[in-house]
């Protein structure tokens, strides 16, 4: 018997809070975004507090987490007003975090974050070579990134992480090696790592299409992840998600909570929820996202009620994406369905190509499988 969805929405949800601006946009960047240039800061920030404020009856979230876009994009006033509003709804979230251009948070926006509560920063470094950067259309410098980890750090900051990607046109699996060294050497407690996606649609995708740039072939790309683990273990970061590493103790706790398939409230234009049995969107569209809030209409352009089925497989995909994997008993708790009975041809299958290690109490990705895993987790979004 499954439970009530209304009994896993008692769970206290994480908080996410879209920032739809950008200083420019990323030739690589496919999330909803916008330049900041000519908009008007104010009445987005005044929509967001409206919509938070919907939300000021829950009596909990667990976690907040800012993001973006660039929320240091805004003025540091203005996101001091956000993050006010935020924290004093929910003063007892276990996490704070904020997104962090490294072009744009300077110690004035730092120790702003610092005073509000904030405890945890994610720098949006990307890579530590200027061609690399260039190429990206970042408009931070390496400069730049080390000097404002180092500024957080001197701002009592002890839990920074660090967004990293890969597999950039160009580059090699030594100036990969020297990325992942830097990284290190700023002592931070959390390293993201993904593979450069070049997503329909923007101009880094347009440029290898006219043969302007040439993707990392195959193998290098899967030798900078193997590279990846190996180099981040050596130095004592346990790899806790397909792309995600961290010390002992800093594990994200906000993503942790929806890999685990928790609910969670997303504000913004373009923001999604998954809340109260709900899966929603919020309309992608800044000036409608502002008009619907000041009008007091729903900013929400998307609703599904995931069956009891999606909810099975969502939670399998979800949970296999960690390095924990399935817990079999809390998989049954939360979906009540048997992982081993609903799953048995895939389980059989992956398990014997030696892709899945299965325990009598949890099933997950076996190393080689890392770095396939999308081709294995997708047998287990259907049954
Ligand atoms: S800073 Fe991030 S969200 Fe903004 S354009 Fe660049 S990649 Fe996209």
Not at 185 to 206: K, M, N, R
Request: glycine share 8%; hydrophobic share 40%; charged share 25%.
């Amino acid at each position: 018997m499954i439970p009530q969805a209304t009994s896993l929405d008692r769970e206290a949800p994480g908080l996410y809070l879209h920032v739809p601006f950008c200083t420019s946009k990323c030739r690589y960047c496919g999330f909803y975004s916008q330049p900041l240039a000519g908009r008007d800061a104010d009445r987005l920030v005044s929509a967001l507090v409206r919509e938070v404020q919907e939300y000021r009856n829950v009596a909990a979230v667990r976690t907040i987490y800012i993001g973006g876009g660039s929320p240091t994009s805004l003025p540091v006033h203005r996101l001091a007003g956000l993050i006010e509003t935020v924290a004093s709804i929910w003063p007892q979230a276990q996490e704070f975090t904020v997104e962090c251009n490294p072009g744009q948070v300077g110690v004035e926006m730092l120790s702003m974050l610092a005073r509000r509560g904030v405890n945890r920063l994610s720098f949006g470094v990307q890579s530590f070579h200027a061609a690399e950067l260039e190429l990206l259309g970042r408009r931070h410098t390496t400069d730049d990134a080390r000097r404002s980890i180092e500024h957080a750090q001197d701002l009592g900051f002890d839990n920074v992480g660090i967004d990293l990607i890969f597999a950039i046109p160009g580059s090699t699996l030594a100036s990969w090696e020297y990325c992942l060294r830097s990284a290190l050497a700023l002592g931070v407690q959390h390293i993201s790592a993904y593979s450069l996606s070049f997503e329909p649609g923007t101009p880094l995708d347009e440029a290898r299409r006219l043969g302007q740039i040439e993707s990392v072939d195959e193998e290098t790309d899967r030798a900078m992840y193997e590279m990846t683990i190996d180099c981040l273990a050596s130095a004592g970061f346990a790899q806790y998600e397909v792309s995600n590493f961290a010390r002992d103790g800093f594990a994200c706790r906000h993503n942790q909570g929806y890999w685990e398939n928790r609910p969670y409230i997303g504000i913004g234009p373009s923001a999604a929820s998954y809340w109260q049995a709900e899966r929603t969107a919020n309309v992608a569209d800044i000036d409608t996202y502002i008009h619907r809030m000041e009008a007091g209409s729903s900013p929400i352009e998307e609703r599904d009620r995931p069956n009891r089925a999606d909810r099975i497989c969502e939670t399998a995909v979800l949970n296999l994406r960690t390095r924990k994997g399935v817990d079999l008993i809390e998989f049954h708790r939360r979906t009540g369905a048997n992982f081993r009975e609903v799953f048995e041809l895939p389980l059989r299958r992956h398990e014997r190509a030696g892709l899945l290690e299965v325990t009598a109490d949890r099933v997950r990705l076996a190393r080689t499988a890392l770095a396939v895993a999308d081709s294995v987790l997708c047998d287990f979004s259907a049954f």
